[in-house]
């Protein structure tokens, strides 16, 4: 079945520093591809999606790339802000090429923490 | 204007005993998904309504989980006989039918004690 597999954490990074937190991906179909990320006392928000292969999604500075040949969505960024500090959640969705369910398989989930 | 809403933000209950939470979602979004967050997990998905019909319900763990949507908009959640090993946080989502982008709502922490 559908799966996702997320590098674990917790990551801790300087203020400035380059951030990459890998995500890979199982599917039998041709998903849509999300990062969601989920802030101190918040609920889950999209960060950013790709629908197809070798599309970018980007938002914040964040950037991740649907990378079919490597079943990849790595999440970078490439210089983090103690703002950034959160738990990140690699995500994906069967929705699409005739399927409408829609239901999300996500990653265990990557806390991350920056420092000043 | 207004997000999906979920009540209670937090319920403690006894083992045994009957809950229902409660989700609304987006007004005009005609897709409500149920998902449950374990501690140090990714949420896993329990049950979808598209309008009222629940279409899949796949993800549901047993028969103490139900849920409804009887008017398609508002869902609730009913876990009988509650266990120990239900404590999670329960999130609700909803979207347009045939997009992707799920919204989320905060979620309601369930303690079973």
């Known amino acids: 079945g559908d799966s996702v597999t997320q590098m674990e954490g917790p990551v801790t990074l300087s203020e400035e520093a380059f951030l990459t937190i890998n995500c890979t991906y199982t599917?039998?179909?041709?998903?849509?591809l999300f990062w969601y990320v989920q802030y101190p006392g918040e609920g889950l928000q999209l960060l950013l999606k790709?629908?197809?292969?070798?599309d970018k999604g980007s938002n914040k500075g964040f950037e991740a790339t649907y990378r079919k040949e490597t079943t990849s969505f790595h999440l970078e960024k490439g210089s983090v802000q103690v703002s950034d500090s959160a738990v990140y959640f690699c995500?994906?969705?069967?929705?699409?090429?005739?399927?409408?369910?829609?239901?999300?398989?996500f990653g265990r989930g990557t806390q991350l923490t920056v420092w000043p | 204007g207004a997000g999906v809403s979920q009540t209670p933000s937090n319920k403690v209950t006894e083992k045994g005993k009957y809950v229902e939470l409660r989700c609304d979602p987006i007004?005009?979004?005609?897709?409500l998904y149920w998902y449950r967050q374990s501690l140090g997990q990714g949420p896993e998905f329990l049950i979808y309504?598209?309008?009222?019909?629940?279409?899949?319900d796949s993800g549901l763990p047993n028969d103490r989980f139900f849920a409804v949507r009887p008017e398609g908009s508002v869902s609730t959640l009913k876990i009988q006989r509650t266990e120990r090993g239900d404590s999670a946080v329960y999130l609700c989502?909803?979207?347009?039918?045939?997009?992707?982008?799920?919204?989320f709502g905060p979620g309601t922490r369930l303690t079973v004690l």
């Open positions: 989502a909803s979207s347009f039918s045939g997009r992707n982008e799920q919204f």
């Open positions: 309504f598209q309008g009222t019909g629940a279409a899949d």
């Open positions: 790709a629908t197809k292969a070798d």
């Open positions: 995500a994906l969705s069967d929705i699409g090429r005739g399927s409408t369910l829609g239901r999300l398989y």
């Open positions: 599917a039998t179909g041709y998903p849509s």
């Open positions: 007004s005009g979004h005609t897709a």
